[in-house]
């Protein structure tokens, strides 16, 4: 079992930044992807952005040039650094992971909230 506990969600105006946070705990040894997906109300869930063990990236188009997705050198957490954000960009975010049996793990959740 993979735990995934996301932090930094919160409000700003648009054009402002925020850095989302997500500590994975129990078996990390499996875990070969993490990432970010969001949902906004009334919408489905929708990839943000995924980085791999190998440390290949995969961006949504409709945050490229905006948000930057990091892992730290032990594998245990991924980072989102979102810039010049926008009112579309408003959703809950989830935090996931990809284990090597193909396992699918979501974090709670972080209300993200851009005001225009």
């Known amino acids: 079992q993979v735990q995934l506990a996301e932090s930094g969600g919160g409000l700003v105006q648009a054009g402002g930044s925020l850095r989302l946070s997500c500590a994975a705990s129990g078996r990390i040894f499996s875990i070969n992807v993490m990432g970010w997906y969001r949902q906004a109300p009334g919408k489905q869930r929708e990839l943000v952005a995924l980085?791999?063990?190998?440390?290949?990236?995969n961006y949504a188009d409709s945050v490229k040039g905006r948000f930057i997705i990091s892992r730290d050198n032990a594998g245990n957490t991924v980072y989102l650094q979102m810039n010049s954000l926008e009112p579309e960009d408003t959703a809950v975010y989830y935090c996931y992971s990809l284990d090597s049996r193909y396992d699918k793990y979501w974090g709670q959740g972080t209300q993200v909230t851009v005001s225009s």
């Open positions: 980085v791999t063990r190998g440390g290949i990236i």
